[in-house]
């Protein structure tokens, strides 16, 4: 024989009920608190509720953090800490860097005496924060415009 407990807050029931005719009760008063529930909206309202804009499946670079990654993998070491180059083999990459695309596939395979980064190295996303902070880098002055060099 099972017993079956219903409380409120001003009185508390208690029923017996003897195998299956448990069993069922209870399946029907699980039944009956399921149909209670309502839920916050109609399948109409949601219909007409837009949908959020989709957002990109990448957030944009971050020249910050491009900033950081330039020199945590040393690459001011040949470019300079701005980009510009060097005597050595390091070439100008900024300002005004090669299109997003076309840098991560020269960085991927270089030609001179640069090494190769492939993805296990440094992935495409970082390779775009590095390019948008050599975008960001302002060109420097016409040589006409240094006193010095009059």
């Given at each position: 024989?099972?017993?079956?407990?219903?409380?409120?807050?001003?009185?508390?029931?208690?029923?017996?009920?003897?195998?299956?005719?448990?069993?069922?009760?209870?399946?029907?008063?699980?039944?009956?608190?399921?149909?209670?529930?309502?839920?916050?909206?109609t399948?109409?309202?949601k219909?007409?509720?837009?949908?959020p804009?989709?957002?990109?499946?990448?957030?944009?670079?971050?020249?910050?953090?491009?900033?950081?990654?330039?020199?945590?993998?040393?690459?001011?070491?040949?470019?300079?800490?701005?980009?510009?180059?060097?005597?050595?083999?390091?070439?100008?990459?900024?300002?005004?860097p090669?299109?997003?695309?076309?840098?991560?596939?020269?960085?991927?395979?270089?030609?001179?005496?640069?090494?190769?980064?492939?993805?296990?190295?440094?992935?495409?996303?970082?390779?775009?924060?590095?390019?948008?902070?050599?975008?960001?880098?302002?060109?420097?002055?016409?040589?006409?415009?240094?006193?010095?060099?009059?």
């Amino acid at each position: 024989m099972s017993t079956l407990t219903v409380r409120s807050k001003s009185s508390r029931k208690s029923f017996c009920l003897a195998g299956t005719a448990a069993n069922t009760a209870l399946s029907l008063l699980l039944f009956a608190t399921s149909m209670v529930w309502v839920p916050d909206a109609t399948p109409k309202q949601k219909a007409q509720t837009p949908a959020p804009p989709a957002k990109e499946s990448r957030p944009a670079e971050d020249a910050g953090k491009g900033k950081r990654l330039y020199a945590t993998y040393g690459c001011y070491e040949c470019h300079g800490y701005q980009g510009q180059g060097s005597t050595a083999p390091g070439a100008r990459i900024a300002p005004a860097p090669i299109p997003k695309d076309a840098f991560v596939a020269y960085v991927r395979q270089p030609s001179g005496e640069m090494p190769p980064y492939t993805e296990r190295v440094i992935s495409d996303a970082e390779l775009a924060d590095i390019r948008a902070f050599l975008a960001i880098i302002p060109k420097g002055p016409n040589s006409s415009e240094i006193p010095l060099l009059k």
